[in-house]
């Protein structure tokens, strides 16, 4: 089993930045796959970063890349995702999630555990 707790959401003007962290118990977290899932209201939720552990590669959704980066701490069990350049359209609940598989997905079903999400709201 793995707890994951998701914090540094907050309210922020467009072009504005935040960086969230996931603090992950339970489980050998240098050998879990860790990603990023956002879900706006009304809409499915979506893919926004993964890194996978085998390798270490971390790869982005079209949408945000260039304006955000995933990082890991193993020594602190926690994943990080700075976000500069926000706009209006990165509202929305972000997640952290986690997976026992070696490689990184965009896939949600590919992913074992997830936290409870933290609030973020871009303003213009």
């Known amino acids: 089993q793995v707890q994951l707790v998701e914090s540094g959401g907050g309210l922020v003007q467009a072009g504005g930045s935040l960086r969230l962290s996931c603090a992950a118990s339970g489980r050998t977290f240098s050998k879990s796959t860790m990603a990023w899932f956002r879900q706006a209201p009304g809409k499915e939720r979506e893919f926004v970063a993964a890194?996978?552990?085998?390798?270490?590669?971390?790869y982005y959704a079209d949408s945000v890349k260039g304006r955000f980066t995933m990082s890991r701490d193993n020594a602190r069990n926690t994943v990080y995702l700075q976000m500069n350049g926000l706009k209006p359209e990165d509202t929305a609940v972000y997640y952290c999630?986690?997976?026992?598989?070696?490689?990184?997905?965009?896939?949600?079903?590919?992913?074992?555990?997830w936290g409870q999400g933290t609030q973020v709201t871009v303003s213009l």
């Open positions: 890194n996978g552990w085998r390798d270490d590669s971390t």
């Open positions: 999630a986690a997976s026992t598989r070696p490689w990184s997905s965009s896939s949600r079903r590919e992913y074992d555990y």
